[in-house]
């Protein structure tokens, strides 16, 4: 693991509200091997370097644009550029299960290919390995958060178990117990998200971003 530069910085404290589970190159690539240590006062340590972590989320790829939001405003350069100018070094990107499961049929319908020309013809994921790519040459960490199972789902659908389900309701319209059930896509198509589903998602994903030096973590299932 090559520690960038600007995160040997010491940078202004910031508490972060996120639920992840570390998901560093050393869990999943034999070749990356950084010494990661936590100190009593929940310091993070790079082979002995503390690292302060200043974070926000980019949301988008959880919705039914499948892409983070901005790209129809400026270009991907200039926005992360702006991030590292103001010592942000840690990006929270949540996103659908939807756009892994479906990789090669999601493609943004938010991009404004006239600023953002080198993103034309790309998937969703294919964005996001360039996203990847350019934060890491900004010294910025990415933390990938599985908001939603299906892209644009509303937030009173959002989960609390591993599989899609729906709501047995008692007659004071609570819910006493849940099924597994499908979930409609953007496409109108049903989509049973079973825990299997989402765990070959992971994978795909951890397989996918595992070399990069930037890839921080994951919030397995959205603020467990």
């Not at 936590?38 to 949301?59: E, H, Q």
């Not at 990107?93 to 479906?102: G, R």
């Not at 819910?175 to 597994?180: D, I, T």
């Not at 198509?189 to 030096?213: I, M, P």
Request: hydrophobic letters at 40%; glycine letters at 6%.
């Amino acid at each position: 693991m090559t520690i960038h530069p600007s995160m040997t910085h010491t940078l202004p404290a910031v508490t972060l509200l996120f639920s992840f589970v570390l998901l560093l190159c050393a869990q999943f690539a034999h070749s990356c091997s950084p010494n990661v240590t936590f100190t009593a006062s929940d310091r993070i340590l790079a082979n002995g370097v503390r690292v302060d972590l200043k974070g926000t989320s980019w949301f988008g790829f959880e919705g039914d644009m499948f892409c983070v939001e901005g790209l129809d405003q400026r270009p991907l350069p200039d926005i992360l550029d702006f991030m590292a100018r103001h010592d942000f070094n840690a990006l929270r990107i949540p996103f659908a299960t939807d756009i892994v499961i479906n990789a090669n049929t999601r493609y943004p319908r938010n991009i404004d290919y006239t600023i953002n020309p080198t993103l034309r013809g790309k998937t969703s994921l294919q964005v996001l390995d360039v996203i990847f790519t350019e934060a890491s040459s900004r010294g910025i960490l990415i933390m990938l958060d599985m908001h939603l199972f299906t892209s644009g789902q509303s937030k009173g659908l959002q989960p609390g178990l591993w599989y899609s389900y729906k709501c047995n309701y008692d007659q004071w319209g609570n819910c006493a117990s849940v099924y597994p059930a499908c979930l409609l896509d953007p496409d109108r198509v049903c989509t049973n998200y079973t825990e299997q589903v989402n765990k070959d998602a992971w994978s795909t994903l951890v397989q996918r971003y595992k070399r990069h030096w930037n890839f921080l973590g994951a919030d397995i299932q959205n603020e467990p």
